[in-house]
Nanobody, 124 residues
């Protein structure tokens, strides 16, 4: 399974970006997919995730709740992260990841596949 993240860029504070993560390779029965980010000098942190169950439960970090939305396109095997009202503190490399087993969805240790990361820079 390969994950290709895209959509990052430079945006002013208050602006929006949409990240995409396309999965390719053998069909996998994913338990869920998520987005994480790593800001300069900081630890990687959870951003948002979606379970692959029929209910597609979503989860968000408190810092992005109400501003970011995770969604998916089953036909395209793609997950999106719509980011609105961006703040300078959202600046980071964003990584998408996929689970192939049941594990707490906000924990990076439970993800088996990772994309290469896409840079998001928010200027003040």
């Amino acid at each position: 399974v390969q994950l290709q993240a895209s959509g990052g860029g430079l945006v002013q504070a208050g602006g929006s970006l949409r990240l995409s993560c396309a999965a390719s390779g053998r069909a996998f029965s994913s338990y869920g997919m998520g987005w994480f980010r790593r800001a300069p000098g900081k630890e990687r942190e959870f951003v948002a995730a979606m379970r692959w169950s029929y209910r597609s439960s979503t989860y968000y970090a408190d810092s992005v709740k109400g501003r970011f939305t995770i969604s998916r396109d089953n036909a395209e095997n793609t997950v999106y992260l719509q980011m609105m009202s961006l703040k300078p503190e959202d600046t980071a490399v964003y990584y998408c990841a996929a689970q192939s087993r049941s594990y707490p969805i906000t924990n990076a240790a439970g993800y088996d596949y990772w994309g290469q990361g896409t840079q998001v820079t928010v200027s003040s």
